[in-house]
């Protein structure tokens, strides 16, 4: 199974990407839009991990763009802002199936992967 983390911080991604290599999937990164739009051109996810605030570029425009592409790929966003605290990223974005502080566990993040990546299976 594949997951794709959209991350503008390479240190966090390679310790997602760590954690995630260790329950078997494969993993690549992208650290803007741009990047992750030519991995989503390339490969089939089945996961898609997605900061909310890129340093370069739109992480909605990534969400819109996997939907279109990728139906079936769902996204967990990270963030480390107060945007959407209310839920409404549900609303706008219908791959969403998670929303989560960037502090989350790397673990535990793991494990919501694992799980919603299942769900696709």
């Known amino acids: 199974m594949m997951v794709l983390i959209v ?12 954690h995630l290599e260790r329950l078997g999937w494969l993993v690549h990164t992208a650290t803007s839009d741009e990047a992750a739009y030519d991995l989503l051109q390339e490969l089939t996810f ?10 370069r570029g739109s992480s909605l425009s990534v969400s819109d763009y996997a939907s279109f592409r990728q139906p079936e790929a769902r996204v967990i966003f990270v963030t480390n802002t107060r945007f959407f605290s209310d839920g409404s990223i549900f609303e706008h974005c219908a791959n969403a199936c998670a929303f989560v502080t960037s502090a989350t566990e790397p673990s535990d993040l793991a494990a919501m992967v694992d799980h919603h990546g299942r769900l696709n299976a």
């Not at 898609?48 to 340093?55: F, G, R, S, Y």
């Open 7 to 18: 991350e503008s911080n390479p240190a966090l991604a390679a310790l997602w990407k760590k």
């Open 46 to 55: 089945d996961v898609i991990i997605l900061d909310l605030v890129l340093e």
